[in-house]
C-alpha cells in the first residue's frame, strides 16, 4: 500500500475517533479532515469537489426549507392533539397514536424535524394527563428511525443510497423498505404497550382536561398551510416520478422548496433558509471528501477484496455481513459517516465479482436506519429527543434507553434478517 493511502487511513481514523468522542462538534471536525486529505495531497481540490454528493445535499437542503415552512403555520401541533382527542384521552391509545404519527411523518420528513415538532406537543399533552413523558419520547424514538427507514427521503442514509445508485427511485424504496418498515412498527406497538401499560394510567378528570384541548387555534396561517401542503404535496409526488420525468431528487426537492419561497415573498426566504441545518449539510460535505481520500488511494478497493475474500463471493453470506455490521455500528457510531464508508465498498464489490448488488444495498439501508435505535447515540434524533427531555427536567440516560431500544433493535434486524433471506436470496 501507498505511503499517501496510509495518510488516508491515519486522517480517517483520527477524525472518526474525534467524532465519535464528541469533545469537538462534528462538523468542525470533518471538515477539518476534509481539509487535511486536500492539504496532505491525497486529494486535489478539484477531485474532492467530485466526490460531493450534491445531489444528497440538495435533496436535504430542499425539504428542510420546505418543512420549516410549513411548521410555522402550526400544522403539527394541530395533529397531534388531534390525534391525542381521537385517542379519547386514553395514556395507552396516544401513545400508540402518536407513536403511528411519528412513524408516518418520518417517512417524508427528516427525522430530527420530525420529533422537534412532535416532542413539545408531546411533553403538553403528558402535562395535562400527568404522567411520566418518557415512555412516549422513548416510542418516538423509535418510531422515527423505523417510519425513516422506509423511503429515500425519510432518512440520511437513504438519501445517500439513493444518490449513489441512480437505478434505485424513490418507489424502490417505497416497494423495498416499507413492507418490513411496517411490519416492524405492528410488531413494536403491542410491545411498547406491555413495556409502558403500568406507568401510562391517569384519571378520568385529566384525560378529560386533554379533550378539552383546542386544535383549531394552533393552525396560525391557514393560507399559507393550503400552500405549503399543495407544493408539499407536488413535490412528493415529483419524486414517484422523477425517473420518469428524468430529473434526480434534488431537483425535485429545490424545486419545491424555491417554489414555496417564491409565493411566500422574500419576507419568509431569511428565516426558511435559517432553518436549514447547515451544520448537518457541512458535515456530508466533509464525510464525502474523507471517503474520497479512502477511494482515490486504493483503501476501498483493498477492502472490497477481503469482503469478497470473506464471504467467497456469496450473496446471502455478504447481505448478512452487511446488515449486522451497519446495525451494530450504526448502534454505537454515527450512521451517515457510515454510510458514506460503505457506499464505495459495496460498489467495488460489484466490480470485483458480487453481480446482483440489490440485496447489499436494501441489507445497509435496514441496517443503518434501525442500528440506529440500539443506543442513545445512534442516530440524531435520539440525542435531539434526549436534549429537549433533559431540558425539561425528564432526562432519558443511556442506560435506560439502552434496555429498551437494544433488544428491540435486534429484534428488528432478526425481521430483516429473515426479511430480505426470503425476499432475495431464497
Not at 218 to 243: E, R, V
Amino acid at each position: 500500500m501507498e505511503q499517501q493511502a496510509y495518510y488516508a487511513i491515519a486522517i480517517f481514523l483520527l477524525i472518526y475517533a474525534l467524532i465519535i468522542s464528541e469533545k469537538i462538534h462534528r462538523t468542525i471536525v470533518a471538515m477539518l479532515g476534509a481539509v487535511l486529505m486536500v492539504v496532505f495531497g491525497i486529494v486535489s481540490q478539484e477531485t474532492a469537489l467530485h466526490h460531493i454528493d450534491f445531489n444528497t445535499l440538495g435533496l436535504l437542503v430542499g425539504m428542510m426549507i420546505m418543512v420549516g415552512i410549513t411548521a410555522e403555520t402550526g400544522l403539527f401541533a394541530y395533529i397531534a392533539v388531534v390525534a391525542a382527542k381521537k385517542a379519547g384521552g386514553s395514556p395507552v391509545r396516544i401513545l400508540i397514536y402518536l407513536m403511528l404519527l411519528t412513524a408516518v411523518c418520518s417517512a417524508f420528513l427528516d427525522n430530527v424535524t420530525t420529533v422537534l415538532l412532535m416532542v413539545p406537543v408531546t411533553f403538553s399533552i403528558a402535562r395535562q394527563l400527568q404522567v411520566n413523558p418518557v415512555p412516549f419520547l422513548i416510542s418516538q424514538i423509535i418510531a422515527s428511525n423505523v417510519g425513516g427507514t422506509a423511503t429515500l427521503i425519510g432518512d440520511p442514509p437513504n438519501i445517500m443510497i439513493g444518490s449513489a445508485v441512480e437505478e434505485l427511485s424513490f418507489m424502490d424504496f417505497i416497494y423495498n423498505l416499507a413492507p418490513i418498515s411496517a411490519l416492524i412498527m405492528l410488531v413494536y406497538i403491542p410491545i411498547f404497550v406491555l413495556l409502558f401499560r403500568k406507568s401510562l394510567v391517569s384519571t378520568p378528570e385529566r384525560m378529560k382536561k386533554v379533550m378539552e384541548m383546542e386544535a383549531a387555534p394552533l393552525i396560525t396561517d391557514a393560507k399559507l398551510l393550503k400552500l405549503s401542503l399543495t407544493l408539499l404535496g407536488l413535490t412528493i409526488l415529483g419524486f414517484f416520478l422523477h425517473q420518469l420525468l428524468h430529473l434526480e431528487s434534488a431537483t425535485v426537492a429545490l424545486a419545491g422548496a424555491f417554489l414555496l419561497l417564491l409565493f411566500t415573498g422574500e419576507h419568509k426566504m431569511e428565516r426558511a433558509l435559517e432553518k436549514v441545518e447547515w451544520t448537518t449539510i457541512f458535515f456530508f460535505v466533509g464525510l464525502f471528501v474523507l471517503v474520497s481520500g479512502l477511494v482515490e488511494t486504493g483503501v476501498v478497493a483493498s477492502m472490497a477484496e477481503k469482503a469478497v475474500e470473506l464471504t467467497g463471493g456469496d450473496l446471502v453470506a455478504a447481505s448478512m455481513l452487511i446488515l449486522w455490521l451497519s446495525a451494530i455500528a450504526s448502534a454505537f457510531l454515527d450512521n451517515i459517516p457510515f454510510v458514506a464508508t460503505m457506499i464505495p465498498l459495496i460498489q467495488e464489490m460489484g466490480v470485483r465479482g458480487v453481480e446482483n448488488l440489490e440485496p447489499l444495498w436494501w441489507s445497509l439501508a435496514l441496517g443503518a436506519c434501525l442500528g440506529g435505535n440500539g443506543t442513545l447515540i445512534g442516530a440524531s434524533a435520539n440525542l435531539i429527543v434526549a436534549g429537549i427531555a433533559g431540558k425539561e427536567g425528564y432526562p432519558i440516560k443511556f442506560v435506560t434507553y439502552l434496555k429498551y431500544g437494544f433488544p428491540l433493535m435486534l429484534l428488528s434486524i432478526v425481521l430483516c434478517t429473515v426479511y430480505i433471506y426470503l425476499r432475495y436470496l431464497l
